[in-house]
């Protein structure tokens, strides 16, 4: 199977350190636009969407694989594999951050650090010790909510992953996508995302990580924010200016500017260690 | 905000990028159960429902960042009173006073709401039983499949059947062979000729003779016919042909034959009750110096001879069949004959097809006959009432020309 076409993986840049770039829910690699573009002269920029989302190729979607997220976590490791990247610094958002976390606890040598923006490991509350911010019907209520914006188109697409055999594959249909994709898939991704408890994976990541937390963020708090830090080995925390949940859309300069710090001085930590100073 | 925004019938907010309300129209503030200007300055969140507040985030955010715009969506609004007011929500992004604001158009959608929630239901259904049908599908292709082994299985079993069948039948013909060969052949000297025919029914025979030239003049004929026929009554002849071929050559009397014939049958079958078999059995002593036959006749069909004169005599059976009843005393019985004298021996397979009286009147019809016409004659005679019934059982009869 072609990965690169599969996941619609997109290289640019000159620089010769991969950098990877994973989307959160809802959207496609465009989101990163702005970030990614910033990167390139030091970098190599890897975009690509979930199978599934944007333009990946939607025949290869199975629901058994795609009904948690190892099965895009899976997406992320062959993606490396495919272009053969090796000290990866995996960007990722939202719920991007969390499958990267679960790629680099598959494939911990593939990842030199984590850079996680508005990760939550778990968006339901679980009294009285965790606040994810939402309990069960709230999360059903976006479910229902998605439904609704899906309507009138829906059948197109439906039909094809239910893998109805009366109605021959989606035609090539290569228009932008940007925020929509098939209902049923996405709806299941969103299962997949605001019904996992990955909390216990935390304490387990052993790359380098670090944390961008938003002002005001209704989707991962603050507290969700510091949860993450105080259980995550060697993560670093920054709270961002940017309110929202979308930084690299909204706030892409102060973005990429902690993004930059923080590779630098993890670089510089990355020299030290190499040489066998102490950290 | 000029009135005619103000009071439009539908919704409109501006707010900021970051989503902070900077104005309300009073239609809005209206539906939202909200008085004056108490909403800006506010996040929308304020307005919205807590599944609205995430699908802001996750669409309406970036999509109004890369598209500038957003178009129908359906958000959930909620008044100051809690309630849920649905909202159809067209938004643009524009730049006003050098500065990014969005500004956007709201339209409550309550009927269509309650349309679209029943839509959205009868779709789920629809859906469901798709699923189910295909299921139903797959159930079914998986079935036909099943079915489609269980052939294949079926013609690889009769392939085997059917090979096991040619070598069984090839072994069938080989085993007839071997019992024919060990069929006595003919005799035909000054004193007398002696004929047979043979034939087994579709599988082995359950019949066996053999005719010996005991001394000069002496001859010894059996014909036995054990019951049934097939594989088993076959071997059972076979280990008596051994017995009596031995006893006959060394010119045992007839009773003496008869009787280990007996003793080893009741042997045979001793802890076996399942096997048993018993045996039907004729044995003639012929002394063609004296012209006489002894012979001994046990449960088997009359041996007819015919005298020169035409006179029949039936050599009738004194003694229950071999391997019935054990203890039994075999009696021989002796008749004298004349020269031209002829015998008939039969088992019930040539004489059951015909009539009681056919064989007699054949042998009386034809006493110039030689042997070979003889025997020409009975074979028709049994090949005109040729029936299924007639194949089922072996044949067999033996001619003799006293001279």
Same mark, same amino acid.
């Given at each position: 199977?072609?990965?690169?076409?599969?996941?619609?993986?997109?290289?640019?840049?000159?620089?010769?350190?991969?950098?990877?770039?994973?989307?959160?829910?809802? /959207?496609?690699?465009?989101?990163?636009?702005?970030?990614?573009?910033?990167?390139?002269?030091?970098?190599?920029?890897?975009?690509?969407?979930?199978?599934? =989302?944007?333009?990946?190729?939607? =025949?290869?979607?199975?629901?058994?694989?795609?009904?948690?997220?190892?099965?895009?976590?899976?997406?992320?490791?062959?993606? /490396?594999?495919?272009?053969?990247?090796?000290?990866?610094?995996?960007?990722?958002?939202?719920?991007?951050?969390?499958?990267?976390?679960?790629?680099?606890?598959?494939?911990?040598?593939?990842?030199?650090?984590?850079?996680?923006?508005?990760?939550?490991? /778990?968006?339901?509350?679980?009294?009285?010790?965790?606040?994810?911010?939402?309990?069960?019907?709230?999360?059903?209520?976006?479910?229902?909510?998605?439904?609704?914006?899906?309507?009138?188109?829906?059948?197109?697409?439906?039909?094809?992953?239910?893998?109805?055999?009366?109605?021959?594959?989606?035609?090539?249909?290569?228009?932008?996508?940007?925020?929509?994709?098939?209902?049923?898939?996405? @709806?299941?991704?969103?299962?997949?995302?605001?019904?996992?408890?990955?909390?216990?994976?935390?304490?387990?990541?052993?790359?380098?990580?670090?944390?961008?937390?938003?002002?005001?963020?209704?989707? =991962?708090?603050?507290?969700?924010?510091?949860?993450?830090?105080?259980?995550?080995?060697?993560?670093?925390? @920054?709270?961002?200016?940017?309110?929202?949940? /979308?930084?690299?859309?909204?706030?892409?300069?102060?973005?990429?500017?902690?993004?930059?710090?923080?590779? =630098?001085?993890?670089?510089?930590?990355?020299?030290?260690?190499?040489?066998?100073? @102490?950290? | 905000?000029?009135? #005619?925004?103000?009071?439009?019938?539908?919704?409109?907010?501006?707010?900021?990028? !970051?989503?902070?309300?900077?104005?309300?129209?009073?239609?809005?503030?209206?539906?939202?159960?909200?008085?004056?200007?108490?909403?800006?300055?506010?996040?929308?969140?304020?307005?919205?429902?807590?599944?609205?507040?995430?699908?802001?985030?996750?669409?309406?955010?970036?999509?109004?960042?890369?598209?500038?715009?957003?178009?129908?969506?359906?958000?959930?609004?909620?008044?100051?009173?809690?309630?849920?007011?649905?909202?159809?929500?067209?938004?643009?992004?524009?730049?006003?006073?050098?500065?990014?604001?969005?500004?956007?158009?709201?339209?409550?959608?309550?009927?269509?709401?309650?349309?679209?929630?029943? %839509?959205?239901?009868?779709?789920? *259904?629809?859906?469901?039983?798709?699923?189910?049908?295909?299921?139903?599908?797959?159930?079914?292709?998986?079935?036909?499949?099943?079915?489609?082994?269980?052939?294949?299985?079926?013609?690889?079993?009769?392939?085997?059947?059917?090979?096991?069948?040619?070598?069984?039948?090839?072994?069938?013909?080989?085993?007839?062979?071997?019992?024919?060969?060990?069929?006595?052949?003919?005799?035909?000297?000054?004193?007398?000729?002696?004929?047979?025919?043979?034939?087994?029914?579709?599988? %082995?025979?359950?019949?066996?003779?053999?005719?010996?030239?005991?001394?000069?003049?002496?001859?010894?004929?059996?014909?036995?016919?054990?019951?049934?026929?097939?594989?088993?009554?076959?071997?059972?002849?076979?280990?008596? #042909?051994? %017995?009596?071929?031995?006893?006959?050559?060394?010119?045992?009397?007839?009773?003496?034959?008869?009787?280990?014939?007996?003793?080893?049958?009741?042997?045979?079958?001793?802890?076996?009750?399942?096997?048993?078999?018993?045996?039907?059995?004729?044995?003639?002593?012929?002394?063609?110096?004296?012209?006489?036959?002894?012979?001994?006749?046990?449960?088997?069909?009359?041996?007819?001879?015919?005298?020169?004169?035409?006179?029949?005599?039936?050599?009738?059976?004194?003694?229950?069949?071999?391997?019935?009843?054990?203890?039994?005393?075999?009696?021989?019985?002796?008749?004298?004959?004349?020269?031209?004298?002829?015998?008939?021996?039969?088992? !019930?397979?040539?004489?059951?097809?015909?009539?009681?009286?056919?064989?007699?009147?054949?042998? *009386?019809?034809?006493?110039?006959?030689?042997?070979?016409?003889?025997?020409?004659?009975?074979?028709?005679?049994?090949?005109?009432?040729?029936?299924?019934?007639?194949?089922?059982?072996?044949?067999?009869?033996?001619?003799?020309? %006293?001279?």
């Amino acid at each position: 199977m072609d990965i690169l076409a599969r996941n619609n993986v997109k290289v640019k840049g000159r620089g010769t350190v991969p950098m990877l770039f994973a989307p959160g829910f809802g /959207c496609d690699q465009n989101v990163w636009n702005t970030v990614a573009e910033s990167f390139e002269d030091n970098y190599k920029v890897i975009l690509f969407d979930y199978v599934g =989302a944007g333009n990946s190729d939607l =025949a290869a979607y199975s629901p058994d694989k795609y009904s948690t997220l190892e099965g895009y976590a899976q997406d992320v490791l062959d993606v /490396c594999e495919a272009l053969k990247l090796e000290n990866v610094i995996l960007v990722g958002h939202s719920v991007g951050g969390m499958i990267g976390a679960l790629a680099s606890l598959e494939k911990p040598e593939l990842f030199s650090s984590l850079i996680m923006l508005g990760p939550s490991p /778990c968006y339901l509350n679980d009294p009285p010790e965790y606040a994810g911010g939402y309990e069960k019907e709230e999360l059903t209520g976006l479910l229902d909510l998605m439904e609704k914006n899906y309507i009138g188109w829906a059948n197109m697409f439906a039909a094809t992953v239910m893998g109805n055999p009366q109605s021959p594959e989606l035609s090539a249909d290569l228009e932008e996508r940007f925020c929509s994709t098939d209902p049923v898939i996405a @709806r299941q991704f969103a299962q997949a995302t605001f019904f996992a408890d990955n909390r216990k994976d935390l304490p387990n990541i052993t790359v380098p990580s670090l944390i961008l937390q938003c002002t005001d963020d209704v989707i =991962a708090s603050m507290e969700v924010g510091h949860f993450v830090h105080e259980n995550t080995p060697h993560s670093t925390f @920054r709270v961002m200016e940017a309110t929202g949940h /979308c930084p690299h859309m909204s706030h892409p300069e102060e973005t990429i500017r902690l993004i930059s710090e923080y590779l =630098a001085g993890d670089m510089a930590n990355f020299e030290k260690k190499k040489t066998g100073d @102490r950290v | 905000m000029d009135d #005619q925004l103000n009071f439009a019938p539908c919704g409109f907010i501006t707010m900021d990028e !970051d989503g902070n309300l900077i104005s309300v129209n009073e239609t809005l503030l209206i539906l939202l159960d909200y008085s004056g200007e108490k909403l800006s300055g506010k996040h929308i969140n304020e307005i919205l429902s807590v599944p609205a507040r995430l699908f802001f985030q996750l669409y309406f955010c970036p999509l109004i960042k890369k598209e500038e715009k957003v178009e129908e969506m359906y958000l959930s609004l909620t008044t100051s009173k809690g309630e849920e007011l649905p909202v159809l929500i067209n938004a643009l992004r524009r730049n006003r006073n050098n500065a990014s604001v969005i500004d956007c158009v709201l339209i409550p959608m309550r009927k269509r709401d309650e349309y679209e929630n029943e %839509l959205i239901q009868a779709k789920k *259904m629809a859906e469901i039983a798709l699923l189910e049908k295909d299921k139903a599908v797959i159930e079914m292709e998986d079935l036909l499949q099943k079915i489609e082994e269980q052939r294949q299985e079926l013609i690889t079993l009769n392939r085997e059947n059917q090979l096991y069948k040619e070598n069984m039948e090839k072994e069938l013909q080989l085993a007839k062979n071997i019992q024919e060969t060990s069929l006595t052949e003919p005799i035909s000297n000054e004193e007398l000729q002696i004929d047979a025919y043979y034939k087994a029914s579709s599988e %082995l025979s359950g019949d066996i003779y053999g005719f010996y030239q005991i001394s000069r003049t002496q001859y010894g004929i059996i014909l036995l016919d054990v019951m049934g026929h097939g594989i088993s009554s076959s071997m059972i002849t076979m280990s008596l #042909q051994s %017995l009596f071929q031995r006893l006959i050559s060394r010119g045992v009397t007839g009773e003496r034959i008869m009787k280990e014939l007996d003793a080893h049958l009741h042997e045979l079958f001793r802890n076996n009750a399942d096997a048993w078999h018993y045996c039907t059995a004729i044995y003639l002593f012929i002394d063609t110096k004296k012209q006489t036959i002894e012979y001994v006749n046990a449960g088997h069909p009359p041996a007819l001879l015919q005298a020169p004169d035409g006179i029949q005599y039936e050599l009738i059976s004194t003694t229950p069949p071999l391997g019935a009843f054990e203890g039994i005393t075999f009696v021989k019985n002796s008749v004298e004959y004349s020269s031209g004298g002829r015998l008939l021996l039969y088992t !019930d397979g040539v004489t059951d097809p015909l009539d009681v009286q056919h064989l007699p009147d054949l042998l *009386m019809k034809h006493p110039s006959a030689s042997l070979k016409e003889l025997k020409g004659s009975i074979l028709q005679s049994l090949e005109e009432t040729e029936s299924s019934y007639t194949e089922n059982d072996d044949k067999c009869f033996i001619l003799v020309d %006293l001279k």
